[in-house]
């Protein structure tokens, strides 16, 4: 689990994925939200790496984003999981003037529903929107892709810093919120149950009732 509270106070922490074919402006985003700063140049992300980035939350609750970029797709293939394992989230970044590109998107999509169901926030970004003329998909159509598979969309454009900030911040929202939401389902199950329930064989659930003939004295 990516979520922990620390003894100085509620910190938060959580973990965020970038997901996208290469060159459609991941790192782009990233360095625009952690330094307000854009590369005209392709910045080759030789490697999966991870920036952190310290937020404070409405309700002062301190958290702390960390946020996985990682090469294009083969890499990302190679890595495989294990990138977005315990991931709370995911922001799956197309360019708004590439087809392919929006059609990779739908892949990931599949890919980590298969993987991680209903556990991570996941918001698909179309980058580029400077290039409007350009424009190869239109916003209505990603928009309702996005309602179709339970994600949230965005439009930015990392190079006019438009958009950029709410993608990030909403996304920790999207976190939090399912936090919250866990912390609400789990507090009611007693230790006893929960015990019962990391025991496949444990037949006593509560009460002397069993769940399957499987007691065999
Ligand atoms: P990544 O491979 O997905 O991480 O993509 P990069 O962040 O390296 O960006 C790939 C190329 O697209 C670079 O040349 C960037 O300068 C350019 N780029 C990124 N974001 C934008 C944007 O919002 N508008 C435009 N016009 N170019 C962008």
Request: glycine fraction near 8%; aromatic fraction near 8%; charge should be negative.
């Amino acid at each position: 689990m990516s979520s922990r509270r620390s003894r100085s106070g509620p910190t938060l922490n959580f973990k965020a994925v970038l997901l996208g074919e290469g060159c459609v402006g991941k790192t782009s985003l990233v360095l625009r939200y952690m330094e307000d700063k854009f590369n005209p140049q392709h910045l080759s992300t030789l490697q999966a790496s991870f920036v952190t980035k310290k937020v404070t939350l409405p309700d002062e609750r301190r958290a702390q984003l960390n946020i996985w970029d990682t090469a294009g797709q083969e890499r990302f293939h190679a890595l495989g999981p294990i990138y977005y394992r315990g991931s709370d989230g995911a922001l799956l970044v197309y360019d708004i003037t590439d087809h392919d590109s929006f059609q990779k998107v739908k892949s990931w999509v599949r890919e980590l529903k298969q993987m991680r169901g209903t556990e991570i926030s996941l918001i698909i970004v179309g980058n580029k929107t400077d290039l409007e003329e350009q424009r190869a998909i239109s916003y209505a159509d990603a928009f309702h892709y996005a309602q179709t598979v339970g994600a949230l969309y965005l439009e930015a454009s990392a190079k006019e810093n438009e958009g950029v900030a709410e993608i990030f911040e909403l996304l920790t929202h999207l976190m939090l919120e399912r936090l919250s939401q866990r912390e609400r389902e789990t507090e009611p199950a007693s230790p006893l149950r929960l015990q019962a329930l990391d025991a496949d064989d444990a037949v006593s659930v509560s009460d002397g009732e069993q769940s399957d003939g499987t007691g065999t004295g």
